[in-house]
């Protein structure tokens, strides 16, 4: 059951980065990103999504199988991250290196943002997509 969680997550993932590629807005990667930072932020604060993510992460914590296939999903999300940016560009400055970093720097934003949302109930979403959207320009660049 697990595994098809980490799996249905995976398949979530590789679903936002072809809407990414295929966004008929074009643009660089930083452009392609914060179009979809909302929709982002939305999801790591729906509570559902939220619960489910947090009960994986503590198991992982206690079940070093369970973390082994957490790990895989991460990787095959990244994969498909960086082969979508390399087909779209990497952003100007950039080698694919530094980018998973950067990339690793904006996930552990938004994972930090589903933490939040239980202990932040109230919480302005828009200005919270707006300050995420100024990140993701500082770690990989303006929006062109």
């Known amino acids: 059951?697990?595994?098809?969680?980490?799996?249905?997550?995976?398949?979530?993932?590789?679903?936002?980065?072809r809407r990414m590629e295929q966004d008929s807005g074009g643009g660089n990667l930083a452009a392609r990103l914060t179009r979809r930072?909302?929709?982002?932020?939305?999801?790591?604060?729906?509570p559902d999504s939220v619960g489910l993510m947090l009960e994986l992460a503590a198991e992982a914590a206690r079940n070093p199988t369970l973390a082994k296939i957490l790990q895989r999903t991460d990787r095959a999300v990244k994969k498909r991250f960086l082969d979508m940016a390399r087909r779209i560009g990497l952003p100007e400055g950039l080698d694919e290196s530094t980018l998973v970093k950067r990339m690793n720097m904006i996930a552990?934003?938004?994972?930090?943002?589903?933490?939040?949302?239980?202990?932040?109930?109230?919480?302005d979403r828009a200005a919270i997509v707006d300050m995420t959207n100024e990140h993701v320009r500082l770690l990989i660049g303006p929006a062109r």
């Open 1 to 17: 059951m697990v595994e098809a969680i980490a799996e249905r997550e995976e398949s979530d993932m590789a679903e936002l980065v």
């Open 37 to 46: 930072t909302q929709e982002m932020v939305e999801r790591n604060s729906d």
């Open 108 to 123: 552990a934003l938004l994972s930090g943002l589903a933490l939040r949302s239980y202990v932040e109930l109230r919480r």
